[in-house]
Each structure stands twice: as structure tokens, then as C-alpha cells.
């Protein structure tokens, strides 16, 4: 009785993976088999217009009355970013956490003030490795880490919770996927962050505390992860992230000697909530502050080639310097994108080539005359 039971529900599991393939789901990195099996039941959808800049970018009331924090329920996504939970939490994009890149873009804008082109740098970069192209839909995760609910179809869907790729490495509050658990808050490396805050920050989150913090942490995975990788894009973010509490989460109304309260960062890393009455900061920033986080320790991109303490630069990474920046961009696009989509064909294509066009959008400015055609040109 209890295996026919079993069986039924194997089988049931079964057929309902194999007919429905998630419309958030990503195709990167699918075989030909796989991509043959999914394409079928998703429906095209041309990628939403990227939105403008932001016409007023004063500061303003974010948590108001109109976007009170709703904890996430049981099938809804969450992932490794407190800055997108936070955002679905409080309604500003869809509560379920699928959303498209447009309404990630529009609400980094709104909600934090992030520069155009750099939200629609790292947003469109995302849904090219984690996101599914053709139906324009990308998932903040993969479950609701309070719950800790699958997902409800393949485990492909891993959305920004797959690895390797965006989520990465030596992050500040979550451990590395080596550990196992590659995107919930870890209460053990956030109680380090707060003695950091202690030791070099009068007990907030300053930029001495950044600068110390990023660095052991990346000193912790070089001794411990075997696995550790610290090359693009992940070098990049990795930096990038830490900038964040202090550009983004401050609120808008402090000016001066910006820096985080313990609390205010419990609140954001680990409820992924916006506290009480507050505010975005009064200009547009992207990653202010990030060549200061690598000059006070610099770490070139490498690895570790064969187990722990074994770290090594990979001169096939770029690193942050300026004059590298467009090889960033090219080496993503060339690399990444063309491993995880070797042979595209039909609307896969089609899809590929329009993201792509936006994505150099983002970078034509700083990249004039670098467009990547991994394809050859669209017609
Ligand atoms: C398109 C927009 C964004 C995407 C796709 C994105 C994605 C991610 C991902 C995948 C991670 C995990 C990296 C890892 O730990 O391995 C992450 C971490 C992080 N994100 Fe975002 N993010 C975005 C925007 C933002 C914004 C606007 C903020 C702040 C307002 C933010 C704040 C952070 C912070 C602070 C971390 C570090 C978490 C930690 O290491 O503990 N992100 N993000
Ligand atoms: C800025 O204003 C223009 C003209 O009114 C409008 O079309 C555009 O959508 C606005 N941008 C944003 C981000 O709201
Ligand atoms: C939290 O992170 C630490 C250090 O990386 C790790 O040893 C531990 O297993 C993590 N805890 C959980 C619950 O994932
Ligand atoms: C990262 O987390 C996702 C979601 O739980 C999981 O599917 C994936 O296997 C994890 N990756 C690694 C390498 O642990
Ligand atoms: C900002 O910090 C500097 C250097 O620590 C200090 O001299 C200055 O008084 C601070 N300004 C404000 C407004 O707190």
C-alpha cells in the first residue's frame, strides 16, 4: 500500500514536470534535448521597453502606506539578494518574485534611485544566465527561504539561486554554495558582520567596515571552500553588492558620513524589509565606493585550483579597473552567454539577440563601437 501510494506520487510528480516547464524557468545552459522538451510550451513575449531614468531623483518616501511588508508565502520566490527581496516584500515588484527585467529596472530605480544604465547593466546580465528569455520572466529565486518551500516544478528554475554564474562566492551574509545552502541569510556571518561593525565602525556598517569585512570573507573561502571561485562577473558583483548597504540602504535624509545601523541592516539582510518611515537617497548612484573596497586589500580574480589555500589569479578574468571595463562586457557576453547558449535557433535566437541589444544599451556610452555579435548581426 505505501509503495503503490509512492508510486502514484512519483508519478504524478513525473507528469507534471514533464508537461509544464516553468515560464520563469531558464533555459541557459539547457541541452538540445532539454531546450526541445521546454520550448514548446513557452510562450513568446517581446521584452518590455527599457524604462527611462528617473525624471525626479530626490529623495522620497518609500515605505509608505501604499507598500506595507507582506512576508513572502509559501509559493512565492525569494533568493540571495536582500535588495530585490525587499522590493517583492513590500509590492514594489510582483509579491510572487517572477518579475521582468522592465519591472526590476523600474523598481531599483524608484525604490533606491539606481542609475539607469548601471540597473539595466546588471539587471539585463541577470536575465541572460538566470532568467527565461523567451517569456520575458526572471525569478528572484528559487524558494521562500522561511519556509523553505521547492520550487514547484523542475529544479532548474533556480532563478538568481543558481550558481556559479551572478550568485557567487565569499558573499557578506550568505555562505558559499559549497556549504549547501547558497542564498538564505547565515545568522553565523551576519554576528561577524556585526563585530566588524564593533572593531572598525563605532558599531555600524562604514566604509572601514566594508573595506574589512569584504576582504575576510574572501580570505575566509580562500582557506576553507575548495571550490572557491572569485572570477567576472562574480568579482564584480562581489564588490559591487558591498557598496550597497551604504549607497542604497542609508537613509535618503542622512547626507553627510553615510553608514547603517545594526538594526537597519538586520532589517534589510534578514527580513528583506525597508524600515519604518524610510527614504531613498537623494541622488542617482551605481557602485560608488567600490575601487576604495579593492585598494584597501586588492585581490586580483582567480580561484582555488586544487583545494584550500591553493589561490591563484586567472589572467582570463578582466578585474575592475576602468580600462577593462568594456572587456567585462565583452568577455560576459563571448564567454557566459555563448557557453550557456551555443547553438540557439528560432525564437531561442530571436530572444537572444534582443536581450543582447539591450544589454549593450546599457554600456554603449563607455563601449562605443564594441557591440559583441555572438550570433553574427540580426537582420
Ligand atoms: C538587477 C538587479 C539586481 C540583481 C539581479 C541582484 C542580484 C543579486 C544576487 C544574485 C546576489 C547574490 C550574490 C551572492 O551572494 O552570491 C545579490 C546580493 C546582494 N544584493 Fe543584489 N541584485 C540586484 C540589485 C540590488 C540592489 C538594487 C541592491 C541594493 C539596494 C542589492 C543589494 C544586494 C546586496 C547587499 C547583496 C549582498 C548580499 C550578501 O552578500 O549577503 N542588489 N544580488
Ligand atoms: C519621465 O517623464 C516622461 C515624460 O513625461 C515619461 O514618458 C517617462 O515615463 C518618465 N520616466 C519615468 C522613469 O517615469
Ligand atoms: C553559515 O555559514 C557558515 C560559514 O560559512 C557555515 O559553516 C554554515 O554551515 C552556514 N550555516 C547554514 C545554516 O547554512
Ligand atoms: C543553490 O541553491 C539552489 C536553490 O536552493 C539550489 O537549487 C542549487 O542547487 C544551489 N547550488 C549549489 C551549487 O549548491
Ligand atoms: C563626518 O566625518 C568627518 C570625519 O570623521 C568628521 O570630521 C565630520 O564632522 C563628520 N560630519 C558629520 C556631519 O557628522
Known amino acids: 500500500m505505501v509503495s503503490f501510494v509512492s508510486f502514484v506520487s512519483l508519478a504524478l510528480i513525473l507528469a507534471s514536470t514533464a508537461s509544464a516547464f516553468p515560464a520563469y524557468g531558464s533555459l541557459a545552459g ?29 529623495i522620497k518616501l518609500i515605505h509608505d502606506g501604499a507598500h506595507p511588508w507582506v512576508a513572502p508565502g509559501p509559493d512565492d520566490m525569494r533568493g540571495p539578494c536582500p535588495g530585490l527581496n525587499t522590493l517583492a516584500n513590500h509590492g514594489y515588484i510582483p509579491h510572487n518574485g517572477i518579475v521582468s527585467p522592465a519591472q526590476i529596472i523600474a523598481g531599483i530605480q ?27 520572466l526572471l525569478s528572484i529565486g528559487a524558494t521562500n527561504p522561511k519556509t ?9 528554475a533556480g532563478g538568481l539561486d543558481t550558481h556559479k554564474v551572478y550568485e557567487g ?13 547558497n542564498h538564505s541569510f547565515n545568522q553565523t556571518l551576519f554576528d561577524e558582520l556585526l563585530s566588524f561593525m564593533d572593531k572598525y565602525g563605532g558599531g555600524r556598517y562604514t566604509w572601514d567596515v566594508i ?25 564584480f558583483t562581489a ?27 538586520l532589517t534589510f539582510f534578514k527580513d528583506n524589509r525597508f524600515p519604518d518611515d524610510w527614504y531613498r537617497v537623494g541622488q542617482s548612484l551605481s557602485s560608488e565606493g567600490m575601487a576604495g573596497i ?29 580600462e577593462q571595463f568594456c572587456d567585462v562586457y565583452i568577455n560576459f557576453v563571448n564567454g557566459d552567454v555563448k557557453r550557456l547558449y551555443p547553438n540557439p535557433t528560432g525564437v531561442l535566437l530571436k530572444a ?13 556610452e563607455q563601449c562605443p563601437g564594441l557591440q559583441q555579435f555572438p550570433y553574427g548581426k540580426p537582420e
Open 30 to 58: 539547457l541541452t538540445r534535448e532539454e531546450l526541445d522538451a521546454a520550448l514548446p510550451s513557452l510562450e513568446f513575449k517581446l521584452p518590455a521597453p527599457t524604462p527611462g531614468a528617473l525624471n525626479y531623483t530626490g
Open 211 to 235: 573595506h574589512e569585512y569584504r576582504y575576510q570573507r574572501i580570505v575566509d573561502s580562500m582557506e576553507n571552500n575548495p571550490t572557491f571561485s572569485f572570477i567576472m562577473p562574480r568579482y
Open 110 to 136: 524608484e525604490c533606491y534611485n539606481m542609475e539607469n544604465k548601471f540597473a539595466s547593466f546588471i539587471t539585463y546580465a541577470a536575465h541572460l544566465v538566470d532568467g527565461n528569455i523567451v517569456t520575458d
Open 352 to 364: 537572444l539577440n534582443m536581450n543582447l541589444q539591450m544589454f549593450y544599451d546599457s554600456v554603449a
Open 294 to 322: 579593492v585598494d584597501a586589500h586588492p585581490v586580483r580574480p582567480g580561484a582555488n585550483t586544487n583545494g584550500v589555500n591553493t589561490y591563484e589569479p586567472d589572467p582570463t578574468s578582466a578585474d575592475l579597473s576602468p
Open 148 to 156: 523553505g518551500t521547492p520550487p514547484p516544478a523542475p529544479a532548474i
Open 169 to 181: 562566492d565569499a558573499s557578506l551574509t550568505r555562505a558559499d554554495a559549497y556549504w549547501g545552502d
Open 239 to 265: 564588490y559591487a553588492e558591498a557598496t550597497f548597504p551604504i549607497n542604497f540602504f542609508v537613509d535618503g535624509r542622512v547626507t553627510q558620513n553615510r553608514s547603517l545601523s545594526k538594526e537597519d541592516a
